[in-house]
């Protein structure tokens, strides 16, 4: 069975500064899909970023990054420039998107919070 | 174009008694999952489906159940509610092979 697992139940990052979080998985397939997912407190939870495990490029969106190291099975996200708007529950998520379904399991979040 | 709608917001229910979630998804959008979330077990996938077929599913009771329409709006039905089913659901929609977009999730308080 796949698992994700982020080690930072909670993170804090000065405004302008950029921060780090964590995340590992664990799977024996080869072709998947990762995902980084923001829950600010009205709940709504929102797409941040998207790798696909065949793309050897890491991803980006403007000021949000990834770091992957499919060997390791690690996917951190960096956010530069971090805005109190960042503050939010961040979850990693791992999917086999196909025919078969796009199930997503995602890691335990890290609480980010922004300080100004 | 319109975001997953998801109807009603909150709810409050007795142990004992059932409860029917409602999910329209994002339109052209053919599957639609569910996911439990609570502060004890994390987010948990419940099931999806797609063209009005259940597709994969998680592993809840089978007090936990769904259906979908052929205009792609998908129910949740939960039977017997007990106290630990107290949580936010979460519906998200995609085209089915795509990332998934997630609805704004009902709160379910059950007493």
């Known amino acids: 069975a796949q698992t994700v697992t982020q080690s930072q139940p909670e993170m804090s990052v000065q405004e302008a500064e950029t921060v780090t979080l964590s995340c590992t998985y664990d799977?024996?397939?080869?072709?998947?899909?990762l995902f980084w997912y923001k829950q600010p407190p009205s709940r709504q939870m929102i797409l941040v970023i998207r790798?696909?495990?065949?793309?050897?490029q890491n991803a980006t969106e403007n000021r949000f990054s990834v770091n992957f190291q499919k060997a390791a099975k690690s996917f951190s996200l960096k956010i530069s420039d971090s805005q109190l708007g960042d503050a939010a529950m961040y979850f990693c998520?791992?999917?086999?998107?196909?025919?078969?379904?796009?199930?997503?399991?995602f890691g335990e979040g890290t609480q980010l919070t922004v300080n100004p | 174009k319109a975001g997953v709608t998801q109807t009603p917001r909150y709810l409050i229910k007795t142990r004992g008694q059932q409860v029917t979630l409602s999910c329209s998804p994002i339109?052209?959008?053919?599957?639609v999952s569910w996911y439990q979330q609570t502060p004890g077990q994390g987010l948990q996938f419940l099931f999806e489906?797609?063209?009005?077929?259940?597709?994969n599913k998680g592993n809840f009771p089978g007090r936990f159940s769904g259906r979908q329409f052929s205009n792609s709006r998908s129910e949740m039905n939960v039977s017997t509610l007990e106290l630990g089913d107290s949580a936010l659901y979460l519906c998200?929609?995609?085209?089915?092979?795509?990332?998934?977009?997630f609805g704004p999730g009902t709160r379910l308080t059950v007493l």
């Open positions: 339109s052209g959008h053919r599957s």
């Open positions: 998520a791992y999917s086999i998107l196909g025919p078969s379904g796009s199930r997503l399991t």
């Open positions: 799977t024996s397939e080869s072709d998947y899909y």
């Open positions: 790798q696909e495990a065949y793309k050897q």
């Open positions: 489906y797609f063209s009005e077929t259940q597709r």
């Open positions: 998200a929609s995609s085209l089915g092979w795509d990332e998934q977009f």
